[in-house]
């Protein structure tokens, strides 16, 4: 799939993964809006750098819970490009809480970690998918996670997000089937700004890897781009963990 003069959206997309993907896709030749909730310089950035690369970017506003915000975003997203291909759900969130504080694990830490991770990623799907249907050839790419898959990592609430989403995937792969693929990366430790406060964490996870590292945002994007970029791939959860779940 060649992804000159296609357009993107990228939802968290001014930071980490998110960064790395957006810029991977424009270095492709796609048109990329990058979304954000709260990053607006480093979005702003992150489109500034994709405009250098000679395509065209910009910077969208949306907390990816809010359907109506998603609506929103998506519509802006078309009129400025004409068109929707590509969607790579990025976004997301936690709270840190060990897995035996069961009464750490708070009401309003379940609610917030479910909107973002879990229903955004649907709201954006829903609202880009008749976009994408119009090409022919769309394609939806979801971060998940390894916790998804072993029940590990920040909080039992964020592994929880992360396994739904998986479900999530192969059932709009299904659903939105042939126009539309649908697939998921499912990362292990990936050294970003959501490990500051957190080495230790992060640490624990490099010395479980059999690799010996933790990945890098651009590690991951390239897997991203590698499930965009095949045309037969769908419903599939792409585990990139540093062989921290052997």
């Known amino acids: 799939m060649s992804l000159q003069g296609k357009a993107a959206l990228v939802t968290g ?141 920040s909080s039992i609430a964020y592994a929880a997000s992360k396994g739904a989403l998986n479900t999530i995937t192969k059932s709009l792969a299904r659903t939105l089937a042939p126009e539309i693929r649908v697939n998921s990366v499912a990362p292990g430790p990936i050294d970003t700004r959501w490990m500051i406060g957190h080495e230790g964490f992060l640490q624990r996870a490099i010395d479980r890897s059999p690799v010996n590292r933790a990945a890098t945002p651009e590690d991951i994007a390239a897997g991203i781009l590698l499930l965009i970029e095949n045309p037969i791939v769908t419903g599939e959860v792409l585990v990139m963990d540093s062989g921290c779940g052997l």
Do not use: C
């Open 13 to 153: 997309g001014g930071t980490g993964v998110g960064r790395a993907t957006a810029l991977m896709l424009a270095e492709r030749g796609a048109n990329v809006a990058v979304n954000y909730s709260r990053s607006a310089d480093e979005a702003a950035q992150t489109a500034s750098d994709i405009q250098a690369l000679g395509v065209e970017g910009l910077a969208i506003q949306a907390d990816v819970a809010s359907d109506a915000a998603v609506v929103a975003m998506v519509e802006q997203t078309v009129a400025a490009f004409g068109r929707l291909d590509i969607v790579v759900n990025s976004a997301g969130t936690t709270f840190f809480v060990d897995y035996d504080d069961l009464d750490g694990m708070k009401d309003e830490y379940w609610d917030r970690i479910l909107a973002v991770n879990l229903k955004g990623p649907f709201f954006v799907s829903r609202a880009a998918a008749p976009h994408l249907k119009a090409g022919g050839d769309g394609v939806i790419v979801h971060v998940s996670s390894l916790a998804g898959i072993t029940g590990t990592g």
